[in-house]
Antibody, heavy 122, light 108 residues
Framework: QLQLQESGPGLVKPSETLSLTCTVF??????????WGWIRQPPGKGLEWIAT???????YYNPSLKSRVTMSVDTSKNQFSLNLASVTAADTAVYYC??????????????WGQGTLVTVSS | EIVLTQSPDTLSLSPGERATLSCRAS???????LAWYQQKPGQAPRLLIY???SRATGIPNRFSGSGSGTDFTLTISRLEPEDFAVYFC?????????FGQGTKLEIK
């Protein structure tokens, strides 16, 4: 059974880069049938899809964040990562990593990591 | 971008009652690529329904999804105490993949 675990700093200063990693347990990140994504949720608010990556390196970004987002994958560590540049207080949120099966970048997300709260503050 | 609007924002019901949650899309969702999730406080969302009407593994059959095009519904036939939570819909037919704002199902 696949399980995902986010890791990274819980506090980031304004204008700096938020960096998070998601480790996949119980399966290979190199599965051709899986895509891996990041979703965030500001406190008390709804969910926003950030980006998705395939182990081959193909990336898909939300246009609203595309200029600041980079995703990457490290198959040797069974991990994928998110970098969000030039953060502001509006980027404060719980960040979830998640996976979905399928043959395209769009899919229902299952499983999810437990989420990690990232606060942007000086 | 496809905007998903859920209604109502809050639904107050009692255990044993039937819950009907709505998700309306600003444009047709390709191939009915719509999912429903349940989220409890401090937890990650849990997948309930995908493809508008297919139950995810392990989801009780009191949860059902229906609809097509722009109008979708999540029905909980008989509410259990553990069903009181926030529910989100998500479309994955067209990028950017978007979520509804959520419906809070609370105990009356």
């Amino acid at each position: 059974q696949l399980q995902l675990q986010e890791s990274g700093p819980g506090l980031v200063k304004p204008s700096e880069t938020l960096s998070l990693t998601c480790t996949v347990f119980g399966g290979s990140i190199s599965s051709t049938s899986y895509y891996w994504g990041w979703i965030r949720q500001p406190p008390g608010k709804g969910l926003e899809w950030i980006a998705t990556i395939h182990y081959s390196g193909s990336t898909y970004y939300n246009p609203s964040l595309k200029s600041r987002v980079t995703m990457s994958v490290d198959t040797s560590k069974n991990q994928f990562s998110l970098n969000l540049a030039s953060v502001t207080a509006a980027d404060t949120a719980v960040y979830y990593c998640a996976g979905h099966e399928g043959s395209s970048s769009g899919g229902w997300f299952d499983p999810w990591g437990q989420g990690t709260l990232v606060t942007v503050s000086s | 971008e496809i905007v998903l609007t859920q209604s109502p924002d809050t639904l107050s019901l009692s255990p044993g009652e039937r819950a009907t949650l709505s998700c309306r899309a600003s444009q047709s969702v390709r191939d009915n690529y719509l999912a429903w999730y349940q989220q409890k406080p401090g937890q990650a969302p849990r997948l309930l329904i995908y493809g508008a009407s297919s139950r995810a593994t392990g989801i009780p059959n009191r949860f059902s999804g229906s609809g097509s095009g722009t109008d979708f519904t999540l029905t909980i036939s008989r509410l259990e105490p553990e069903d009181f939570a926030v529910y989100f819909c998500q479309q994955y037919g067209r990028s950017p993949y978007t979520f509804g704002q959520g419906t809070k199902l609370e105990i009356k």
